[in-house]
């Protein structure tokens, strides 16, 4: 980024005023939310990465569960695995809680549970990008850096007017070299915290409330009549659609039989019912391919309700069964039967929930 394109989109910009309307906005209208009530870096960082893709309305009882039951660094670090994606479970995004945790466990040992505050030692811990350890340091600690994340993006695309496609990491460059120019010195964690207020109450993907906006004298594109066109965003590639089947393993005392996920990769970690996928075999033969699999006996089977979850880069759509069957133990695979009570101590994927919530035990 040279400072000349800059120095152009800032050209006859006021940024004191532009500074001191936002902040004085934020001031007065800023949501309460509970991440607010004071700067402690570890409950900042905990919100702001729950906040990743996720809605403020749907991140709040999860946050406030989540502190409740790790309240510090240290409380975090030394928790189960399976106990941190529990306490997840149905946020989605899973690979979140796992580096979090992981970037606490460093935190806990190589600088006694106290987050750093240097972008130099930040950025190393695992999970912080460029935009969370922006959002700590300014929050956090008061220091000018910037957090860029789509809603300050399609603010400040507006404002200035920058045509760039925010769906490209080299536009992400863009905004970041703009708003460390204007950032206020002063006050950078209402200043940052403004910009994303701002996104998410008036400058709205679409029918941006510009009559109310604080900053509206120095939005380029609303004086343009072109608000509604910014920010620009190429479309991400369509999402691929996997088909499984999905079953459930029922014994005779009422137990049903899960298996854990995969270390690495999509759900690591978690729990699920059997799935296979559609394309590896006919309907007709899945009872001898689960006999012959586990291996057990099957006595029956009804279908259950489809279940569909769209994640952001592929959708499964998972036609569920369920057999009774006639053990207690299933051996050489990863794998249990669980009762009813003991199965709601398990952190499973929200498409399974979606199976749970059928059952009949």
Sequence with gaps: MKHLEVSEFLQNFNKELFESNLIDWFQDQKRDLPWRMDQDPYKIWVSEIMLQQTQVETVIPYFERFINKFPTPQDLANADEQEVLKAWEGLGYYSRARNLQSAVKEVSEKYEGKVPKTPELLSELK??????????????YDMPEPAVDGNVMRVMSRVLSIED???KQKTRKIFEAVLREIISSKDPSSFNQGLMELG???CKPKNPNCSICPVQKHCRAYHAGKQTQLPIKSKAKKQKTHAYYAVVLMNKDGEVYIEKRPNEGLLANLWQFPMINKSEIDFDYLSAWLEQTYPITTFGCKKLSPVKHVFSHVIWELEVYQFVVDVKEVE??????????DLTAYPFPVSHQKIISQLSF
């Design 200 to 202: 998410a109450l008036i």
């Design 165 to 167: 496609d925010i769906a």
């Design 127 to 140: 999970g912080v990008g460029p935009y969370t350890l922006g959002a700590i340091l300014s929050i956090a």
């Design 332 to 341: 050489g695979v990863v794998g249990r039967f669980v009762s009813e009570q």
